[in-house]
Structures are given as structure tokens and as C-alpha cells.
């Protein structure tokens, strides 16, 4: 099956830096990649996505980067805020039968932004 | 509209009872999955429903866990016999059901098995 490695476990940056997070995937036939932001406390919610035939997104201060051939994507956040501070989860997803997909998720990045 | 809700959002238990986990999707979202967030780690995929069925069930770690959806909309996650290591926040999600709808969580609910 699939397996999503995401470094760093920790991370911790002064406010206005950038942060990157990065995630590998092993299966080929993964097609959709997600990114979800977790507070402390509170619900998984999507923040961006990419799809693999794009090899770039951008929405604001986020972008996510794709390399098929290498099987990595990353998660870039410039200008880091507070309010940054979260748990984010990167996942490769596999079709599901009835036209969905099924996450496997990386085990998480702890981002702290510090004032 | 009305997001995912969960209930309880928390139960204690002891160990080998069993319990219910309930979801309610957003209304009109064919897709619904469950998945289990033990600390300090991802979310682990348990099920995955599409309609009424169930095509993917790959991920229950035992034949102590099952799940079943009714009417379309709302769905019980069952543990059997309760074990510790079962202790762990249980994740409701919904879609569209498309290929890339985007799954809307429920808050979860935490159980703690003593």
C-alpha cells in the first residue's frame, strides 16, 4: 500500500519567515494531494491541493510543489503569522471505488510561530 | 449550512465494552469516511462509504470494529470488546463523493478505554 513519509516532525520559525514542509509518497498511482492545517483542539481543514497533473499552486501565502518523477511534494508558506501555528498533515490519495479517493497521511508537522 | 457533526464528543469505557461512535454528514454528501488520530499521529484511514456501502473497508484493524450507514446520511462506528490501544480520537469525514471533493471533518470523538 501506500506509505507518505513528512519531515520535519517540529518546526519552529520567527514570525515573517518562511516555513516549507516536505512529503515523499511511494505509490505511483497516487493522483491527488491534499494538505490539511490542524489547530490545536479542532478539525482537520483543507488549506490547498494539487493534482498531479500540476506541478505548482499557489493561493496567497501558500503554495505546494510537485515532482512526480522524484514522488515529493512540499508545502511552502511565506511571511509566517501566529495564527500559522498549527499541526499540518500532507497526504497522497488513491482512487476509491464509487468515483472518491482514500488519504494515506503523513504523520504530521508541528509548526510553531513565534512572535 | 450545517458542518459534520459527531457524537459523544467524548467517552470513557472500560476496557471490553463495547461502544458507538455516531457521525451525521453534511446533508446531500455521498461520500463518508472514518478514520482514528491516536496521539501524536497522522489519521489513519478505517472506512470508507459510498451511498449505503461500504466498498472499502481496508482499514478496520479488527473484526471488533464495524461500521454501517443508513439512509444515505447518518453512520455508527462499533468497537467491540474494547481494548487500550483503541483509545484514540475517532474522525468523521464527508464529500460529494467526487474525485476531488474536498472532505469536510466532524470535530471527532475522543475515547478513552480504562
Known amino acids: 500500500g501506500e506509505n507518505v513519509e513528512q519531515h520535519p516532525s517540529t518546526l519552529s520559525v520567527q514570525e515573517g519567515d518562511s516555513a516549507v514542509i516536505k512529503c515523499t509518497y511511494s505509490?505511483?498511482?497516487?493522483?491527488?494531494f491534499p494538505w490539511y492545517k490542524q489547530e490545536l483542539g479542532k478539525r482537520p481543514q483543507l488549506i490547498i491541493d494539487?493534482?498531479?497533473?500540476?506541478g505548482e499552486k499557489k493561493d496567497q501565502r501558500i503554495a505546494v510543489t510537485l515532482n512526480k518523477t522524484a514522488k515529493h511534494f512540499s508545502l511552502h508558506i511565506t511571511e509566517t503569522q501566529p495564527e500559522d501555528s498549527a499541526v499540518y498533515f500532507c497526504a497522497a490519495t488513491r482512487g476509491a471505488p464509487g468515483g472518491s479517493y482514500i488519504p494515506t497521511f503523513g504523520r504530521g508537522t508541528s509548526l510553531i510561530v513565534h512572535p | 449550512g450545517a458542518g459534520v457533526s459527531q457524537s459523544p464528543s467524548n467517552k470513557v469505557t472500560e476496557k471490553g465494552k463495547d461502544v458507538e461512535l455516531r457521525c451525521d454528514p453534511i446533508s446531500g454528501h455521498t461520500a463518508l469516511y472514518w478514520y482514528r488520530q491516536s496521539l501524536g499521529q497522522g489519521l489513519e484511514f478505517l472506512i470508507y462509504?459510498?451511498?449505503?456501502?461500504?466498498?472499502?473497508k481496508s482499514g478496520l484493524p479488527s473484526d471488533r470494529f464495524s461500521a454501517e450507514r443508513t439512509g444515505g446520511s447518518v453512520s455508527t462506528l462499533t468497537i467491540q470488546r474494547t481494548q487500550q490501544e483503541d483509545s484514540a480520537v475517532y474522525l468523521c469525514?464527508?464529500?460529494?463523493?467526487?474525485?476531488?471533493?474536498?472532505?469536510?471533518f466532524g470535530p471527532g470523538t475522543r475515547l478513552t478505554v480504562t
Open positions: 494539487i493534482r498531479s497533473n500540476v
Open positions: 462509504f459510498q451511498g449505503n456501502s461500504a466498498p472499502d
Open positions: 505509490d505511483s498511482a497516487s493522483n491527488y
Open positions: 469525514a464527508s464529500s460529494r463523493g467526487g474525485v476531488w471533493d474536498e472532505q469536510y
